[in-house]
Nanobody, 120 residues
Framework: VQLQASGGGLVQPGGSLRLSCAAS????????MNWYRQAPGKQRELVAT???????NYSDSVKGRFTASRDNAKNTMYLEMNSLKPEDTAVYYC???????????????WGRGTQVTVSS
């Protein structure tokens, strides 16, 4: 499975962005998808988790402001980010826990990051 994240950009504090993570490939199933972010000089942080189409976890720093969702018809996961703060500035990554339907092998896939910059 290949993941492609997009939707990042420059936004003013208080603004909004929607990130997308599109999955492509064949004969697979995805149970769990995650959004991570990594700010300069900091460790990668788990931002949101979706298990079987339901958001199940948000980091405390984004609760109430970010909403994760998934559209199975489009094989795409989204991260709606509202009330953005300068401290949300980071490279955002998506990943998935994927099962190959033929071999039942489970693997983790990462997409290339997309930069989000919150600045006036």
């Amino acid at each position: 499975v290949q993941l492609q994240a997009s939707g990042g950009g420059l936004v003013q504090p208080g603004g909004s962005l929607r990130l997308s993570c599109a999955a492509s490939g064949s004969d697979y199933s995805i149970d769990t998808m995650n959004w991570y972010r990594q700010a300069p000089g900091k460790q990668r942080e788990l931002v949101a988790t979706i298990i079987n189409d339901r958001p199940t976890n948000y980091s405390d720093s984004v609760k109430g402001r970010f909403t994760a969702s998934r559209d199975n018809a489009k094989n795409t996961m989204y991260l709606e980010m509202n009330s953005l703060k300068p401290e949300d500035t980071a490279v955002y990554y998506c990943n998935s826990v994927t099962r190959d339907l033929a071999s039942q092998k489970v693997s983790i896939s990462w997409g290339r990051g997309t930069q989000v910059t919150v600045s006036s």
